[in-house]
């Protein structure tokens, strides 16, 4: 079982202004000048950690990690209510991408990304096929009704009653209908202790579901009051619009990716992004390796699903991408 590469501090880093006073902090990992690769994390609000560049050989990638939009150490930090997030797209981010491989100075690079950062991912490679070199991606989220169902109108619920009651406790009996709406009214809320509330259950909510075993100290990190205040409003805003997305649309034009090399780790146990998902991308791209971790859930660390990750990328190094 392959073990992650050990974390490395960066040997370069920065802010990028992108417009619209928006300003996304960036750091290079690896070694100068190695196979270029953009990681891209989840969320949408969720931000980088150093454990992020741990999927990559340092002394064969070159990895460029940064913080979307309004998280992070990007700014203005979305934590603060007066941020205002118009300017907070899927196609502002896909921009923003590309801005940031100019930066790099690179004409192609891989793409890596898990849940949102699958559907970013995914999203920015059928914008900009000529772009990517190859694809890897884990825990496949694509903003279909029936998956935003699944996680916030009560159906994984059904496995995780004691979180999803903690999850429900800021919104009344009669606003349920429409909890993504209930929420996204709250987080944008003039009142700071009502925007907290509802923050910090929406943003427990992920945490408890992310690992395939409990992890209390995930939950605890999701209840950090500006880390779950940024992320629980941005990614409401994200969930309330649909993700700025048709619906079905990256999976119906999944035939802009058959001459990318791909690969997609999903867990069997994924209560986040269940496998339904990974799967019709795969029937829609066949030519992607569909690798299903039979005792994982969504998180990059499990060890299955680290195993497979840097075995993608451990496999791409080495591919000139030509």
């Not at 990716?257 to 780790?265: N, S």
Request: include cysteine; aromatic fraction near 10%; hydrophobic fraction near 40%.
């Amino acid at each position: 079982m392959r073990t992650m590469y050990p974390a490395v501090e960066p040997y370069d880093q920065g802010m990028l202004d992108v417009g619209d006073g928006q300003s996304i902090s960036w750091r290079r990992h690896g070694t100068p000048g190695a196979k270029p690769a953009v990681f891209l994390h989840g969320g949408p609000g969720g931000g980088c950690l150093p454990d992020h560049v741990r999927s990559f050989d340092p002394t064969r990638y070159d990895v460029l990690l940064f913080d979307q939009r309004g998280c992070g150490l990007s700014t203005p930090h979305v934590s603060r209510f007066d941020t205002d997030l118009s300017t907070n797209t899927t196609w502002h981010l896909v921009a923003d991408i590309e801005k940031l491989r100019e930066l790099m100075g690179v004409e192609r690079w891989l793409v890596f990304g898990g849940s949102w950062g699958s559907t970013l991912a995914l999203a920015y490679a059928q914008t900009h096929p000529e772009r990517v070199t190859e694809l890897v991606l884990r825990g496949i989220f694509t903003m279909r009704r029936a998956e935003l169902a699944w996680f916030y109108q009560g159906s994984a619920g059904m496995l995780f009653p004691e979180a999803w009651q903690e999850f429900l406790a800021p919104i009344p009996e009669d606003e349920r209908g429409d909890l993504v709406g209930a929420f996204h009214r709250r987080l944008n809320d003039p009142d700071p202790k009502v925007r907290e509330e509802a923050a910090l259950a929406w943003s427990a909510w992920e945490g408890s579901l992310v690992a395939l075993l409990p992890r209390p100290d995930l939950v605890d990190a999701h209840r950090q009051r500006e880390f779950a205040l940024a992320f629980a409003r941005i990614e409401s805003h994200y969930i309330a619009n649909a993700g700025f997305l048709e619906e079905g649309r990256l999976i119906r034009d999944a035939d802009r990716l058959r001459h990318i090399p791909g690969v997609i780790v999903q867990g069997r146990y994924d209560m986040c992004t269940p496998p339904v998902t990974a799967y019709d991308l795969h029937r829609a791209w066949p030519e992607a390796e569909l690798v299903i971790v039979p005792d994982a859930g969504h998180a990059s660390f499990e060890p299955g699903i680290a195993h497979h990750l840097i075995e993608a990328t451990d496999r791409f190094a080495s591919r000139d991408g030509g």
